[in-house]
T-cell receptor, first 114, second 114 residues
Framework: DQQVKQNSPSLSVQEGRISILNCDYTNSMFDYFLWYKKYPAEGPTFLISISSIKDKNEDGRFTVFLNKSAKHLSLHIVPSQPGDSAVYFCAASDGSSNTGKLIFGQGTTLQVKP | GAGVSQSPSNKVTEKGKDVELRCDPISGHTALYWYRQSLGQGLEFLIYFQGNSAPDKSGLPSDRFSAERTGGSVSTLTIQRTQQEDSAVYLC????????????FGDGTRLSIL
């Protein structure tokens, strides 16, 4: 039972355009969501997070949108740069648990073409 | 160092041997997590430590897996009688508190069981 799903295994965009990565979840108790970027042979790097009390959080070129009714979040990267090419994971934390352990999606490989 | 440090970065061993993986979290971070990523998969939670509280071991896949955290800092993950399905990247993360703060990951240990 996959509670966090990233249905697009890969995405290719042109440099300078917008990249939109999507993530769906099933557990209504999730209350904290994060996006991580991962390069080969490195650990995931934290990008941006959002609490369930908000519907948008912005940090530079990165914006995360949360639609609780649809159980959907997305990461927008504007403008996309070749250095953004990596695997992106969304993750969620269950508010009913005091551990803060994260449930991860399968990842989306983003390729930004020069 | 400033980040989460893991050692070794790579480990190749024969089936049936025991292995020990080490994690040195960010200084001052009280919450520590172990995850693993099998080939082509997302990250899977293994175990969580917070201060002197009893660890959450709910993600450990079998009793061959164990972990400890000494002095509230360094953690070791031990796998006894390794099997080929244990081959994966084992990632450690730490956070300043259990909930509402991002987890920061090390670069992982790539474990290969021959």
């Amino acid at each position: 039972d996959q509670q966090v799903k990233q249905n697009s295994p890969s995405l290719s965009v042109q440099e300078g355009r917008i990249s939109i990565l999507n993530c769906d979840y099933t557990n209504s108790m999730f209350d904290y969501f994060l996006w991580y970027k991962k390069y080969p042979a490195e650990g995931p790097t934290f990008l941006i997070s959002i609490s369930s009390i908000k519907d948008k959080n912005e940090d530079g070129r990165f914006t995360v949108f949360l639609n609780k009714s649809a159980k959907h979040l997305s990461l927008h990267i504007v403008p996309s740069q070749p250095g953004d090419s990596a695997v992106y994971f969304c993750a969620a934390s269950d508010g009913s648990s005091n551990t803060g352990k994260l449930i991860f999606g399968q990842g989306t490989t983003l390729q930004v073409k020069p | 160092g400033a980040g989460v440090s893991q050692s070794p970065s790579n480990k190749v061993t024969e089936k049936g041997k025991d292995v020990e993986l080490r994690c040195d979290p960010i200084s001052g971070h009280t919450a520590l997590y172990w995850y693993r990523q099998s080939l082509g998969q997302g990250l899977e939670f293994l175990i969580y430590f917070q201060g002197n509280s009893a660890p959450d071991k709910s993600g450990l896949p079998s009793d061959r897996f164990s972990a400890e955290r000494t002095g509230g800092s360094v953690s070791t993950l031990t796998i006894q009688r390794t099997q080929q399905e244990d081959s994966a990247v084992y990632l450690c993360a730490s956070s300043s508190r259990s909930r509402g703060q991002p987890q920061h990951f090390g670069d992982g240990t790539r474990l290969s069981i021959l």
